[in-house]
C-alpha cells in the first residue's frame, strides 16, 4: 500500500490541540507520520473544504455476543425489513437495532468510526463474543468482561480471601477472556436475582452472599486500579430505569472517594420521583456530581424515538420490564454462575411522557456536564437506539434551533419537566471530536488512536464540512484505515479487518489451582477449556495486548 | 509414527461438550480411552487406514480435479440447496459466503427439532438457563417427553451430580411423560426420580394442565400426580424444565409452549427456568454463525445477493424438492445426504458409506481432530475450542469450500 497526503483540510485534532489548522496529514505503513519530514511519493487526497479528524471509538454498543444473537431472533420483522442490498461488499447480513457483523462494520465505517467496543462480554459466552467480532470488518474491537455477579468473586469476596485473591481473579478471568477492560452490570443484583430477590440497592445485601453492591463495586475499582488497567470499572449500576435511582446513582459516586470510575448509560440512572406521574428528570443534580468529581465519567445512552430492542446482563431489571415488550415477546438467560441476559424489544414514542423525558434527560446531560473529556456520544446500541442515529444526535447537540423544534414536538407535560428548552449551549466541531475521538481513546488508554499526531494509526476520517451536521456525519468522504480508504463519498469501497484489543496483567498463579477446583465442581468442565487461547482470536492473529503497570 | 496420547480432548458430537477424553493417535489410527461415552469412543475412532481418494461419479481423481468439478456444477446449477452443515464455525462462515455468490438455500439436517423450539422462542420468549447454573441451583429437575440422554448421553452426570452448590436436600428428578434409560438410571443414583406417564399423545395436555396450575387454577379433572408436580414447582427455588426437542413428537412445539408457560409464570414469584437441549454437530453453532452473518436463525435462501428466511421452504427436505444440486457437508460423522433427484457434491467424512455414490466426493477433516475449529454447546452460551489432534493430509470443509469458491468461473 503506497503512502497517502491528505491537503488542504482542516485539521481538528483536540489531542494535540489542533483546532481546525490546515496542514497535510500523512499516512504511511500504516500509520500518520510527520507530514513536513516526508518525502516519499503518495497517492495525495484534497480535502479541500473538508474537516479531517481521526476515526472515531465507541466505548460502548452492544454488537457481538449471545445476547445479539437473540436480538436478531426476536425482531425478525426488522431483519426482514432491512436487507443489506447486492453489491461488491455486501455481506448479506442486514437489521437496524440488531444489525448483523458485516452490516455494523459498514454503517460505522461509512459514518467514520473505526473503533468499537462491545462493553457486556459475559466470560461464559466470550468465546462467541471473539468468533463474532472477527467477522465485522473495518472496526477495531474489544470486549469488556462482565464480573461482579460471577458466584467464584462473590464467594471470594465473601469468604473474605481478600484483595490480593481478587485482582488475581480479575488478571485472570481478563487474561482467559481477551478482554479489555471490566464491566459492572448491576453489581451483584444478577447473581441476587438467581436467588429471587427482585431489587437490590447500593447497600442491600445479596442473600445468599450477604455482601453488598457498595462492597462488590469498591473491590473492583481497588482490583484494576491495582492491576494497573486504563481503563477504569465500567459500570451500568443498581436500579437501572427504577424511577428515583438518581440516589443510587449520586451514592454510586460519593462511594468511589476519588478513585476512577466510567458510569455508563447514566440516562437510564437519572430518574427522580417529582411531579403527578412520580418521574422526573435528574439530570441537573447528576450532572452537577460529574462536573464536581473529576474521577468520574459518563457515557450517555441518549433514548431516540422509534423501534428498538433492549438488551441486557441485567436480567433483574429485563424481567421487570418485559411487562412492555414491544412486540410482546421477550428472552431471559441465566448464564453459567456468570451473569444472564435479558431482551425486551421496545418502541420509545414521542407522544409518551415517560419515554419523551428520557429523550430530554439525555440531552440534559450532554449539556450539563461541562468537561467534554468526561462525557461519550452513546445511546447503548441498541438499547437507547441504534447507533445510526449518532449523526442526528450530534446536530441535537450543536444546533441549537434544531435541538428547540425537536423539543417543542414533545407533549407539554415533559417540556414543563424539561430544561432542554432553556439551555444555550451547542456543542462546536472541536467538542465532538473530543467525545467521539480523542477522549474515548484517552478513557480506553490508547496512545496511538483518537488523534493525527505522529505514530497514531491511519484511522482518517474527512468529513465535509456541512452545516448540516447531521449530514455531514451520516457519511464521511473519505475513511481510511491503517492507510487504506474504505471509504470514498460514503460508500463502503475497499474492505479491510482491525484488531482486537486486550489487556493482561501479572497475576499470582497461585489463584489457578483454585479455579481448577471451581471449574471441576462448579462449572462441570475443565478451566483450561474455558481460557482463550491467542490462536483462536482472528485465525491465530492474536489480540493486541495493551501494557498495564502491574504487567510492568 | 510414535504412539501419542492427548488428555482432556473435547468432544464436538452430542452438545454437551464433555472435556475429559482421551485419545490415542498412531499415525492415522485413533482410539479413544475408557471412559469416554460409547457414541463418542465410536465416532473419535479410526482404523488407520489412509484416507480415501475424492472422486468423479465414483471414480478416484485428484483432489484438484474434485475441486474443479465441484465449481463446474455449482456454475452450472439453477437451484442449489446447501444441507448437513455437520461442521465447525468457519466452515459454516465459508458455506454461507459460498452461497451468498451462488444463490442458494442453507439448512442444518438436524434442524428440525430446533425450528421446534423457535416456535416458541421467536414468537413469545422464554426464560431459559445452562448447564452450570442447573448444576448448581436446580432443585427441581423436570424431564418433558423421552429421556434426553438417549441423544445427550452424559447430561444427567454433567447437569445434575448428586449435590448441587445451593440445593438443600436432595434434588427431585421428575420423568414427565417418559422415563429414564438404563444409563440415565445409573447417572442419576442418589436422587430422587419419580416417573409421571402421559397416556399416549397427552404430553401436550398434561403440560396444559401444569400451566393452568400453576398459574393457579383449579383443574378437578387434573390428576393428583400433575397437581403434586405443579405444588413442588411452585416451591421449588429453581425449578427447571428440559427437553430434546428432536425427540418429541409432531406436537413437540405445542409441548414446547406449554412448558414455557409453566416456567413464565413460575418466574413471578419463584425462579424456574427451561433447559431446552438442541445441539448434535455444531447445530448451535451453525445457528449462531448464521445468525450473527445473515442475521436469521438458519433456513436461509439466497438470491441475487439478498439473504431471506423461510422455516419451510428452506428446511432441507423442501429444499431437495426444488434443488438441481446438493451441497452436503457432513465432518463429524458419516451422515448420509438426502435422497434426491438433485446431483450431489457430498465433502464427507472418510468413512461414508454412501447408497447412492455422490456426484462429486471429497473427503474432509473432522474439526477436534484433524483440525482447529470452534463448535457451541446445546445450551448456546458456550463454545467450545476444538483442537487438532493427528494429521491425515485431511482438509477442513472450510478450506475445501473456499478453494471451490475460487475455483469458479
Given at each position: 500500500m503506497s503512502a497517502v497526503r491528505i491537503i488542504n483540510g482542516r485539521v481538528l485534532d483536540p489531542a494535540n490541540g489542533e483546532s481546525g489548522v490546515v496542514r497535510d496529514v500523512v499516512i504511511d505503513g500504516g500509520r500518520i507520520v510527520d507530514a513536513k519530514g516526508f518525502s516519499g511519493p503518495t497517492e495525495t487526497i484534497d480535502a479541500r473544504g473538508g474537516v479531517v479528524m481521526a476515526g472515531a471509538i465507541d466505548i460502548h454498543s452492544h454488537i457481538a455476543g449471545g445476547k445479539s444473537n437473540i436480538t436478531r431472533l426476536l425482531m425478525v420483522e426488522e431483519q426482514r425489513a432491512n436487507r443489506e442490498p447486492a453489491g461488491d461488499f455486501c455481506g448479506c447480513g442486514g437489521g437496524l437495532s440488531t444489525m448483523t457483523a458485516h452490516a455494523t462494520g459498514c454503517r460505522y465505517a461509512e459514518m467514520g468510526y473505526t473503533a468499537v467496543f462491545e462493553p457486556a462480554m459475559v466470560a461464559a459466552n466470550a468465546r462467541h463474543m471473539h468468533a463474532e467480532m472477527k467477522d465485522i470488518p473495518f472496526l477495531d474491537t474489544g470486549g469488556y468482561v462482565v464480573l461482579g455477579n460471577d458466584d467464584f468473586l462473590l464467594d471470594l469476596i465473601s469468604s473474605g480471601a481478600g484483595q490480593q485473591a481478587v485482582n488475581d481473579y480479575v488478571a485472570w478471568q481478563l487474561a482467559a477472556t481477551k478482554a479489555m477492560a471490566v464491566k459492572i452490570v448491576n453489581p451483584g443484583g444478577i447473581n441476587a436475582f438467581k436467588f429471587n430477590q427482585r431489587k437490590l440497592d447500593l447497600d442491600e445485601a445479596n442473600p445468599h452472599y450477604e455482601i453488598t453492591p457498595r462492597t462488590i463495586l469498591t473491590t473492583l475499582i481497588k482490583a484494576v486500579t491495582e492491576l494497573g488497567l486504563a481503563h477504569p470499572i465500567h459500570l451500568h449500576g443498581c436500579n437501572l430505569g427504577v424511577p428515583g435511582n438518581e440516589d443510587t446513582t449520586l451514592a454510586t459516586i460519593a462511594a468511589t472517594e476519588g478513585l476512577p470510575l466510567h458510569m455508563t448509560h447514566v440516562q437510564f440512572h437519572s430518574y427522580g420521583t417529582e411531579g403527578d406521574k412520580k418521574f422526573s428528570s435528574g439530570a441537573a443534580k447528576i450532572a452537577e456530581a460529574v462536573n464536581a468529581n473529576p474521577n468520574i465519567s459518563i457515557d450517555v445512552g441518549q433514548v431516540m424515538f422509534g423501534q428498538t430492542v433492549t438488551a441486557s446482563a441485567d436480567l433483574m431489571s429485563q424481567h421487570r420490564n418485559r411487562g412492555i415488550a414491544s412486540p410482546k415477546r421477550w428472552i431471559g438467560m441465566d448464564m453459567e454462575m456468570d451473569a444472564a441476559c435479558g431482551i425486551v424489544p421496545f418502541v420509545y414514542k414521542e407522544k409518551s411522557f415517560v419515554n419523551a423525558l428520557q429523550w430530554a434527560i439525555g440531552l440534559e446531560l450532554f449539556l450539563l456536564v461541562e468537561d467534554p473529556w468526561r462525557i461519550f456520544l452513546t445511546t447503548d446500541h441498541p438499547n437507547g437506539a441504534p447507533f445510526t442515529t449518532y449523526p442526528h444526535l450530534i446536530r441535537l447537540l450543536m444546533d441549537k434551533d434544531f435541538r428547540d423544534e425537536h423539543f417543542a414536538r414533545l407533549p407539554k407535560a415533559v417540556r414543563k419537566h424539561s430544561i432542554v428548552g432553556e439551555l444555550k449551549r451547542e456543542y462546536t466541531l472541536e467538542e465532538i471530536a473530543i467525545v467521539t475521538r480523542a477522549a474515548p481513546a484517552k478513557i480506553l488508554g490508547f496512545k496511538d488512536r483518537g488523534h493525527l499526531g505522529a505514530g497514531a494509526v491511519g484511522d482518517v476520517v474527512i468529513y465535509r464540512d456541512d452545516p448540516d451536521r447531521e449530514a455531514m456525519f451520516t457519511k464521511a468522504d473519505y475513511v481510511l484505515k491503517n492507510g487504506q480508504v474504505i471509504v470514498k463519498d460514503g460508500e463502503i469501497v475497499s474492505v479491510a479487518y482491525g484488531q482486537t484489543h486486550q489487556v493482561a496483567p501479572n497475576y499470582d498463579t497461585g489463584i489457578e489451582t483454585k479455579l481448577d477446583r471451581w471449574f471441576d465442581e462448579a462449572m462441570g468442565f475443565k478451566a483450561k477449556t474455558f481460557k482463550i487461547a491467542d490462536d483462536e482470536i482472528r485465525d491465530g492473529q492474536g489480540a493486541v495486548t495493551h501494557a498495564t503497570t502491574r504487567s510492568a | 509414527?510414535?504412539?501419542?496420547?492427548?488428555?482432556?480432548?473435547?468432544?464436538?458430537?452430542?452438545?454437551?461438550?464433555?472435556?475429559?477424553?482421551?485419545?490415542?493417535?498412531?499415525?492415522?489410527?485413533?482410539?479413544?480411552?475408557?471412559?469416554?461415552?460409547?457414541?463418542?469412543?465410536?465416532?473419535?475412532?479410526?482404523?488407520?487406514?489412509?484416507?480415501?481418494?475424492?472422486?468423479?461419479?465414483?471414480?478416484?481423481?485428484?483432489?484438484?480435479?474434485?475441486?474443479?468439478?465441484?465449481?463446474?456444477?455449482?456454475?452450472?446449477?439453477?437451484?442449489?440447496?446447501?444441507?448437513?452443515?455437520?461442521?465447525?464455525?468457519?466452515?459454516?462462515?465459508?458455506?454461507?459466503?459460498?452461497?451468498?455468490?451462488?444463490?442458494?438455500?442453507?439448512?442444518?439436517?438436524?434442524?428440525?427439532?430446533?425450528?421446534?423450539?423457535?416456535?416458541?422462542?421467536?414468537r413469545k420468549g422464554w426464560v431459559a438457563t445452562t448447564f452450570a447454573e442447573v448444576r448448581n441451583r436446580c432443585d427441581l429437575f423436570v424431564v418433558v417427553g423421552p429421556d434426553p440422554s438417549k441423544a445427550y448421553h452424559r447430561v444427567y452426570e454433567r447437569v445434575l451430580p448428586a449435590t448441587g452448590r445451593f440445593v438443600e436436600g436432595p434434588r427431585r428428578v421428575v420423568f414427565l411423560g417418559g422415563a429414564p434409560t438404563e444409563d440415565a438410571k445409573s447417572q442419576l443414583d442418589g436422587l430422587t426420580v419419580e416417573i409421571i406417564a402421559?397416556?399416549?399423545?397427552?404430553?401436550?395436555?398434561?403440560?396444559?394442565?401444569?400451566?393452568?396450575?400453576?398459574?393457579?387454577?383449579v383443574l378437578p379433572a387434573a390428576s393428583p400426580e400433575i397437581?403434586?408436580?405443579?405444588?413442588?414447582?411452585?416451591?421449588?427455588?429453581?425449578?427447571?424444565?428440559?427437553?430434546?426437542?428432536?425427540?418429541?413428537?409432531?406436537?413437540?412445539?405445542?409441548?414446547?409452549?406449554?412448558?414455557?408457560?409453566?416456567?413464565?409464570?413460575?418466574?413471578?414469584?419463584?425462579?424456574?427456568?427451561?433447559?431446552?437441549?438442541?445441539?448434535?454437530?455444531?447445530?448451535?453453532?451453525?445457528?449462531?454463525?448464521?445468525?450473527?452473518?445473515?442475521?436469521?436463525?438458519?433456513?436461509?435462501?439466497?438470491?441475487?445477493?439478498?439473504?431471506?428466511?423461510?422455516?419451510?421452504?428452506?428446511?432441507?427436505?423442501?429444499?431437495?424438492?426444488?434443488?438441481?444440486?446438493?451441497?452436503?457437508?457432513?465432518?463429524?460423522r458419516p451422515e448420509l445426504p438426502p435422497a434426491s433427484a438433485a446431483a450431489v457434491i457430498a465433502l464427507s467424512h472418510p468413512d461414508t458409506v454412501f447408497d447412492t455414490e455422490p456426484d462429486v466426493f471429497i473427503p474432509v477433516g473432522q474439526p477436534g481432530l484433524d483440525h482447529q475449529g470452534l463448535a457451541f454447546r446445546a445450551d448456546s452460551v458456550v463454545g467450545l475450542p476444538l483442537r487438532r489432534h493427528r494429521d491425515a493430509g485431511l482438509k477442513s470443509v472450510a478450506d475445501v469450500v473456499t478453494l471451490i469458491s475460487e475455483a469458479r468461473a
Open positions: - | 509414527m510414535a504412539e501419542t496420547t492427548s488428555h482432556d480432548v473435547v468432544c464436538p458430537f452430542c452438545g454437551i461438550g464433555c472435556d475429559d477424553v482421551t485419545l490415542t493417535v498412531d499415525g492415522a489410527a485413533v482410539t479413544a480411552a475408557k471412559g469416554t461415552c460409547g457414541r463418542a469412543a465410536q465416532l473419535f475412532a479410526r482404523s488407520g487406514a489412509p484416507a480415501p481418494s475424492a472422486r468423479i461419479a465414483g471414480k478416484d481423481v485428484s483432489f484438484e480435479e474434485a475441486v474443479a468439478e465441484a465449481a463446474k456444477r455449482l456454475d452450472a446449477s439453477r437451484t442449489i440447496a446447501y444441507a448437513g452443515l455437520g461442521i465447525d464455525v468457519d466452515g459454516v462462515r465459508a458455506v454461507l459466503k459460498l452461497a451468498a455468490k451462488t444463490g442458494g438455500s442453507v439448512d442444518h439436517y438436524a434442524s428440525e427439532g430446533m425450528f421446534r423450539n423457535l416456535a416458541s422462542s421467536q402421559t397416556p399416549e399423545g397427552g404430553l401436550v395436555d398434561a403440560l396444559s394442565q401444569l400451566s393452568a396450575l400453576v398459574a393457579g387454577s397437581k403434586a408436580l405443579a405444588e413442588s414447582l411452585k416451591a421449588a427455588r429453581y425449578g427447571v424444565l428440559a427437553w430434546s426437542a428432536a425427540s418429541l413428537d409432531n406436537d413437540g412445539d405445542l409441548v414446547i409452549e406449554r412448558a414455557v408457560s409453566v416456567v413464565d409464570t413460575l418466574n413471578v414469584t419463584t425462579r424456574a427456568a427451561c433447559l431446552p437441549l438442541s445441539g448434535r454437530d455444531n447445530l448451535t453453532g451453525a445457528y449462531h454463525a448464521t445468525l450473527w452473518n445473515i442475521g436469521f436463525p438458519l433456513r436461509v435462501g439466497f438470491r441475487d445477493g439478498v439473504s431471506d428466511h423461510d422455516q419451510t421452504a428452506y428446511a432441507t427436505a423442501n429444499a431437495v424438492k426444488e434443488a438441481d444440486l446438493v451441497v452436503w457437508t457432513s465432518a463429524f
